[in-house]
């Protein structure tokens, strides 16, 4: 079970962060993303940190967002910097452990997901 929260309503060039709680499972072993969906659109991939690795970036959001895993207290947090009216979406966290189901940057290769926090980034 995952449970995503503190997300809000700020304005451009502020900055809030994400969490994203596990429970259950030992996430230590499983790959952790953050995606993001606007309303009437795909979900799309934001960020992911494997096991015992580097957090990886979409473009879009690569030098102003910080991903990070707490292994010990079954937590990742999405630190969003420099926030943008596009950056306003609802972000999930996800988490996966069969890199057979897809690539990682895909909504299939996760077998768990969170609620959803809304963010929302105003001019």
């Known amino acids: 079970h995952l449970e995503a929260s503190g997300g809000g309503s700020v304005h451009t060039g502020e900055s809030l962060r994400l969490s994203c709680a596990a429970s259950?499972?030992?996430?230590?072993?499983?790959?952790m993303a953050w995606f993001r969906q606007r309303s009437g659109k795909e979900r799309e991939w934001v960020a992911l940190i494997v096991p015992i690795g580097a957090a990886i970036y979409a473009n879009s959001v690569k030098g102003r967002f910080t991903f990070s895993r707490d292994d010990d207290q079954n937590a990742v947090y999405l630190q969003m910097d420099t926030l943008k009216p596009e950056d306003s979406s609802m972000y999930y966290c996800a988490a996966g452990y069969d890199s057979r189901r897809g690539p990682w940057t895909t909504t299939s290769a996760y077998n768990y997901w969170g609620q959803g926090t809304q963010v929302i980034v105003s001019s």
């Open positions: 259950g499972d030992p996430y230590s072993n499983y790959c």
